[in-house]
Structures are given as C-alpha cells and as structure tokens.
C-alpha cells in the first residue's frame, strides 16, 4: 500500500517514521500541503496520513484509491467523516500520547506564573540582591498550587494526567459536567459551579459545535477576577475578543494559550496584536515532548497495522 503524509513539518525533524515505512510499500512526505495540492498528491495513494490538512468531501470524492485516513491528532475536525463513511473510507485518530507532555506544560506555566521564577532570577541578574541590606530580596509575591481549585473541563486521559500532578500539589479539583448537562454524573460538578469556584480553569475538551465559543462573555464574567485560564486544546474553543476585553478589564487575571482559533495565527491576530502583561501564547507546543511525538507515530503505525491485517480498527466512520 502506498501511504502519504500531507504535513509532516508538524512533527520534529528528529522523529523516527521508520515505524510506518515498515507497513507500507511506500512512504511519500510533503512538508505541508494547500488545498489546491491535495488531489493531485493523493490520487494514487491508498493511505492518507494527515495532522492539519482539511480533507473535505469535494477532495474525497475525487480520489476512489483512499482506503484510509491515519489523522496524526486526537482531534478529527478537519476530515469531513461523513464523506468518509459514504464512501467507505475508514478514518482513524490517535489519542493518549500526550498526557504527560499536556500535563507538564500545564504546570511549567502555572508554576512559573505563581512562582514567578523568571522575575526573580532577573532581580538576581539586575544585581538587585548584591545590593539589598538583607538576605532575600522579595521583588513580586510567591503564591502557593496548595489549597488553591482547579478546574477540569474535559477529562479524557489529558485531563486525567494534569489532575494526577494537582493531587500531588495538593490542589482541590473539580471536574466539570458538560455545560447545559441536564444531570451530573458521579464525581463531577455542574460546569456553572466549575467556572465561578475555580481559582484556574484548563480546557481538554474537544472541539464540536457545542463547544465553540463556549468560553465566551458570559462565562468569562462568572469567573472569579483572580482566575487564570489555561487552554491547551483547541483554541475555538474561547471567544478570542471576549477573552480580550475580560483580560484588559482584569475580569479575570490571566490567560495561558497554547492554541488559537487560526493556525498559524495572522501577523493581526487580535491576540498578538496586543502586548497584555497577563496572557501568554505559546504555539501549539504542549503536546510536542519528543516522546510523545514519537508514541503518536508508533500509535499510528498499529493503526495501519491493524487495518492492512483486517483487524477491528478504532473508526472515526
């Protein structure tokens, strides 16, 4: 089987696909790939390998060689999966690579925002230690993970993994319903409890028309002032200009964004056209550990695996 890979510069150079060329007859890799290309990439190819390349039903259609569609992502918003089942073209994602690497992200920025490690080692570079009268110098204040609630929305084995490292801090953690829920299953709260009660909020819920735009005026409003926001799912997910007016109107304290609405983000983005002191952007990197991207190639591999052996497949279709 021929297999393509539509976008694999969103993997590091120093990811092994050895694990894939082994299934196939042959593994052909564009560092990305436009709309417009699409077609003429896939047409002999029996295996499309996609991160980030829309695949829509127009392009489907056009190529009756697809047998399968490996999405190099948990998230599956960008083939067209009803095409897909019509056309009898089995689609399948990945999942549980990145916990480790989600979690650690997490808590590297919740940590550096509450222990503000950056400030404090350049007081120690500006000299302001050397030349304080007394043994420690302050600069800004140091705040505790302990005793403080966190707030999960979305727990799949993401938010399973950054609860696990909240307990260790000793965190109280609440585990949203989903909004609108008309009941609340064992170990959870209602997620109108979860926005007003908790001191930090972090999204791990996919991206469907339910949840777009679901962190919106009105929710931002309902969250304390001391709130910090943390989204490392997908960024269509927060009403990008409600979360601008409530940062500059220190409706709630801070954000950390790893994920925007567009990817890559336009030189105008909203976002970065605004240097606020109280939101941090970082470029979809939360789940790029080295050994999460090489677990999500090596999943994909059993992927193909499975379906070239005729075993039961995790279809999306």
Same mark, same amino acid.
């Given at each position: ?171 109280? *953690? $609440?585990?949203? @319903?989903? +909004?609108? =829920?008309?009941? &609340? ?9 979860? !926005? ?62 790893? *994920? $925007?609405?567009? @990817?890559? +983000?336009? =030189?105008?983005? &909203? ?9 941090? !952007? ?36």
């Amino acid at each position: 089987m021929r297999a393509v890979f539509l976008d694999e510069q969103t993997f590091s150079s120093t990811i092994d696909f050895s694990v894939i060329e082994q299934q196939v007859s042959q593994l052909v890799c564009y560092a990305n790939t436009s709309p417009n290309e699409v077609i003429k990439r896939c047409l002999d190819a029996d295996i499309i390998i996609t991160n980030k390349v829309q695949l829509t039903a127009e392009m489907l259609s056009a190529l009756p060689n697809v047998k399968l569609i490996c999405i190099s992502a948990t998230g599956y918003n960008n083939v067209d999966i009803e095409a897909a089942r019509h056309l009898d073209i089995a689609v399948t994602n990945v999942s549980g690579y990145a916990g480790q690497s989600v979690a650690q992200y997490v808590f590297a920025q919740l940590l550096e925002y509450y222990q503000q490690t950056s400030h404090h080692n350049s007081n120690t570079e500006q000299g302001l230690w050397s030349r304080n009268d007394t043994f420690c110098y302050h600069g800004n204040s140091i705040s505790e993970l302990a005793g403080k609630t966190l707030g999960i929305i979305g727990y799949g084995s993401l938010g399973k993994a950054v609860v696990d490292i909240a307990q260790a801090f000793n965190m109280k *953690v $609440l585990i949203s @319903e989903r +909004p609108q =829920a008309s009941t &609340i299953r064992a170990e959870r709260v209602s997620f109108e409890q979860v !926005i007003e009660e908790a001191d930090i909020i972090s999204l791990h819920c996919p991206q469907t028309p339910e949840t777009e735009n679901f962190i919106n005026e009105s929710v931002l409003a309902r969250m304390k002032n001391t709130a910090v926001l943390v989204n490392t799912a997908r960024g269509a997910l927060i009403d990008e200009p409600a979360l601008l007016d409530a940062l500059k109107t220190k409706e709630i304290a801070y954000a950390i964004l790893d *994920v $925007l609405s567009q @990817e890559p +983000p336009p =030189a105008d983005h &909203i976002l970065l056209n605004n240097k606020l002191s109280n939101l941090k !952007i970082t470029a979809h990197i939360a789940w790029a550990s080295s050994e999460a991207q090489q677990r999500l190639i090596d999943l994909l591999s059993q992927n193909i695996i499975a379906f070239t052996q005729g075993e039961q497949l995790n279809r999306l279709t």
